[in-house]
Nanobody, 125 residues
Framework: QVQLVESGGGLVQAGASLRLSCAAS????????IGWFRQAPGKEREFVAA????????NYGDSVKGRFTISRDNAKNTVYLQMNSLKPEDTAVYFC??????????????????WGQGTQVTVSS
């Protein structure tokens, strides 16, 4: 069973950048499509980005297109989320998740059956 651990969150000012990492242990991440989601207090979990096992296909939520980039390094068993031009509305707990359909970069929460514990991102104005 793969376990996912997010890191890289923090407190930054608007306009800054952060890179989140999602590291896997237990099994190779190569078997999974990976997604990033976020959840702000009082709001539903929101799709951020997803990537297929090879990295050949990606998918982004409308609110982050052009600012965020998802990538992966299967040799390091890690998926990244580069976040640029951060806005206060990006403040949330960010989760990575794995789905067992390798070629799927879906925005659907229900497609993911493995989740990390999350990392807090706070963007001040």
């Amino acid at each position: 069973q793969v376990q996912l651990v997010e890191s890289g969150g923090g407190l930054v000012q608007a306009g800054a950048s952060l890179r989140l990492s999602c590291a896997a242990s237990g099994r190779t991440l190569e078997n999974y499509g990976i997604g990033w989601f976020r959840q702000a207090p009082g709001k539903e979990r929101e799709f951020v980005a997803a990537i297929t096992w090879s990295g050949s296909s990606t998918n982004y939520g409308d609110s982050v297109k052009g600012r965020f980039t998802i990538s992966r390094d299967n040799a390091k068993n890690t998926v990244y989320l580069q976040m640029n031009s951060l806005k206060p509305e990006d403040t949330a707990v960010y989760f990575c998740a794995a789905n067992s359909i390798r070629n799927l970069a879906t925005s659907r929460v229900g497609a993911y059956n493995l989740w990390g514990q999350g990392t807090q991102v706070t963007v001040s104005s």
